[in-house]
Protein backbone atom coordinates (compact mmCIF):
# COMPACT_ATOMS: atom_id res chain seq x y z
CA UNK A 1 0.00 0.00 0.00
CA UNK A 2 1.04 3.61 -0.84
CA UNK A 3 0.75 6.54 1.16
CA UNK A 4 0.56 5.16 4.53
CA UNK A 5 1.08 7.69 6.91
CA UNK A 6 1.14 7.73 11.41
CA UNK A 7 -2.29 8.44 13.35
CA UNK A 8 -0.73 12.37 14.04
CA UNK A 9 -0.05 13.18 9.75
CA UNK A 10 -3.87 11.96 9.34
CA UNK A 11 -6.03 15.35 8.89
CA UNK A 12 -8.97 15.72 11.92
CA UNK A 13 -11.89 13.56 10.24
CA UNK A 14 -9.78 10.28 9.75
CA UNK A 15 -8.02 10.46 12.43
CA UNK A 16 -11.09 10.48 14.39
CA UNK A 17 -12.15 7.47 12.11
CA UNK A 18 -9.17 5.85 13.08
CA UNK A 19 -9.50 6.46 16.82
CA UNK A 20 -12.74 5.29 16.87
CA UNK A 21 -11.78 1.86 14.98
CA UNK A 22 -9.15 1.54 17.50
CA UNK A 23 -10.87 2.26 20.85
CA UNK A 24 -13.58 -0.11 19.88
CA UNK A 25 -10.81 -3.08 19.49
CA UNK A 26 -9.56 -1.57 22.69
CA UNK A 27 -12.80 -2.16 24.72
CA UNK A 28 -12.99 -5.15 23.28
CA UNK A 29 -9.52 -6.22 24.35
CA UNK A 30 -10.17 -4.37 27.44
CA UNK A 31 -13.40 -6.64 28.82
CA UNK A 32 -11.59 -9.60 27.34
CA UNK A 33 -8.88 -9.04 29.92
CA UNK A 34 -6.33 -9.44 26.79
CA UNK A 35 -4.14 -6.23 26.67
CA UNK A 36 -1.35 -7.47 27.23
CA UNK A 37 0.02 -7.47 23.76
CA UNK A 38 -0.70 -3.75 23.71
CA UNK A 39 1.07 -3.39 27.08
CA UNK A 40 3.88 -4.61 25.73
CA UNK A 41 4.27 -1.57 23.46
CA UNK A 42 2.85 0.92 25.66
CA UNK A 43 4.32 2.70 28.54
CA UNK A 44 1.87 1.53 31.51
CA UNK A 45 0.60 5.23 32.33
CA UNK A 46 -0.90 5.60 28.73
CA UNK A 47 -3.33 3.20 29.35
CA UNK A 48 -4.31 3.57 32.84
CA UNK A 49 -6.61 6.87 32.03
CA UNK A 50 -8.50 5.07 29.54
CA UNK A 51 -8.52 1.86 31.34
CA UNK A 52 -10.20 3.47 34.68
CA UNK A 53 -12.51 5.23 32.45
CA UNK A 54 -13.98 1.73 31.06
CA UNK A 55 -13.62 0.23 34.75
CA UNK A 56 -16.02 3.37 35.89
CA UNK A 57 -18.43 3.02 33.32
CA UNK A 58 -18.49 -0.98 32.23
CA UNK A 59 -22.61 -0.66 33.16
CA UNK A 60 -22.82 1.03 29.91
CA UNK A 61 -23.34 -0.53 26.57
CA UNK A 62 -20.84 -0.88 24.37
CA UNK A 63 -21.92 2.23 22.07
CA UNK A 64 -22.24 4.10 25.24
CA UNK A 65 -19.24 3.75 26.51
CA UNK A 66 -17.50 4.21 23.24
CA UNK A 67 -18.74 7.53 23.06
CA UNK A 68 -18.12 8.60 25.89
CA UNK A 69 -14.83 7.28 25.88
CA UNK A 70 -13.66 8.87 22.55
CA UNK A 71 -15.07 11.96 24.54
CA UNK A 72 -13.08 11.95 27.16
CA UNK A 73 -10.08 9.57 26.25
CA UNK A 74 -9.09 10.70 22.47
CA UNK A 75 -6.32 12.06 23.05
CA UNK A 76 -4.95 9.08 25.62
CA UNK A 77 -5.86 6.78 22.42
CA UNK A 78 -3.70 8.94 20.27
CA UNK A 79 -1.01 8.34 22.35
CA UNK A 80 -1.46 4.50 22.43
CA UNK A 81 -1.80 4.35 18.98
CA UNK A 82 1.65 6.38 18.40
CA UNK A 83 3.49 3.89 20.37
CA UNK A 84 2.12 0.69 17.66
CA UNK A 85 3.98 -0.10 14.70
CA UNK A 86 0.61 0.21 12.49
CA UNK A 87 0.13 2.90 9.47
CA UNK A 88 -2.82 3.96 8.33
CA UNK A 89 -4.25 5.20 4.87
CA UNK A 90 -5.10 8.74 4.51
CA UNK A 91 -8.71 7.96 5.17
CA UNK A 92 -7.59 6.52 8.74
CA UNK A 93 -8.24 2.84 7.53
CA UNK A 94 -5.47 0.46 9.16
CA UNK A 95 -3.00 -0.84 7.05
CA UNK A 96 -3.14 -4.09 8.91
CA UNK A 97 -6.97 -4.45 10.71
CA UNK A 98 -6.62 -4.84 14.39
CA UNK A 99 -7.55 -8.41 14.51
CA UNK A 100 -4.82 -9.54 12.05
CA UNK A 101 -2.91 -7.32 14.05
CA UNK A 102 -3.14 -8.61 17.37
CA UNK A 103 -3.26 -12.41 16.53
CA UNK A 104 0.21 -11.30 13.83
CA UNK A 105 2.03 -10.14 17.80
CA UNK A 106 0.07 -13.30 19.59
CA UNK A 107 1.92 -15.37 17.23
CA UNK A 108 4.98 -13.61 17.40
CA UNK A 109 5.10 -13.85 21.46
CA UNK A 110 4.54 -17.54 21.58
CA UNK A 111 7.15 -18.28 19.12
CA UNK A 112 9.44 -16.15 21.31
CA UNK A 113 8.27 -18.32 24.90
Excluded: C
Amino acid sequence: MSNLVSITQLDSDNQAKAVRSFAQFYIRLYKAESLEIISSFVPAGYLSDINAFIARNRYLTHANLLDLSLATSSNDYIQVMEHLDQKYNLTGTPEIPWDTWFISHHKQLVSES
